[in-house]
Each structure stands twice: as structure tokens, then as C-alpha cells.
């Protein structure tokens, strides 16, 4: 027990050690338990999220149905140059 005391008598290098391994473990405790906390309880990370991604699945379906309107515009268009009598093979009679 006297041998281990006189390491306690005076400031030392044990002193630093175990000082900074004691505060180095309890900063890192606290700050696991704070973010711990804002993760579990103050997080609205996912309320962002969920708004981007709303916002993404209107834009695809305004992109869809735009598409779609396209693509009936270019059939609608074709129907409109649909000419029966200039598909007849040549020599063939009217």
C-alpha cells in the first residue's frame, strides 16, 4: 500500500495519465450519450428527407404523364399523315 501511495504524494506523470485518460474517457462518454439523445429525440433529419422525396415521386409522375401526352401527340400526329393511297404498291390500281 505505501508504494502505490507515493505515487499519490505529488504532482507526476502518473498524475497526467491518469487524468487525461479518466477526462479523455468521460468527454467521450457524454458526448456518445448527448448525440445519443439528439438522435433519439430531437432528430428531424428524416422529416427533410421525406418531404425531398415526396417531391421527388411528384416530379416523376408530372415527367411520366408528361411523356405520355408526348408520345400521344406524336401518334396523333402520325394518324394525321396516315394516307392509305400513297402505301399502295406502285402499279398497283387506285
Known sequence: ???IGQYFTRP???HSLLFGTVSGV??????IGLRA???KFFDTDH????????YLEKQQ???????QDMNSAYVASLVDEYDPVA???PGTPM
Open 26 to 31: 468521460v468527454f467521450y462518454s457524454s458526448y
Open 47 to 54: 422529416i427533410a428527407r421525406q418531404s425531398r422525396w415526396r
Open 12 to 14: 507526476s506523470i502518473f
Open 37 to 39: 439523445l439528439k438522435v
Open 1 to 3: 500500500m505505501v508504494k
Open 87 to 89: 402505301l399502295r404498291t
Open 61 to 67: 409522375l408530372y415527367q411520366r404523364e408528361l411523356a
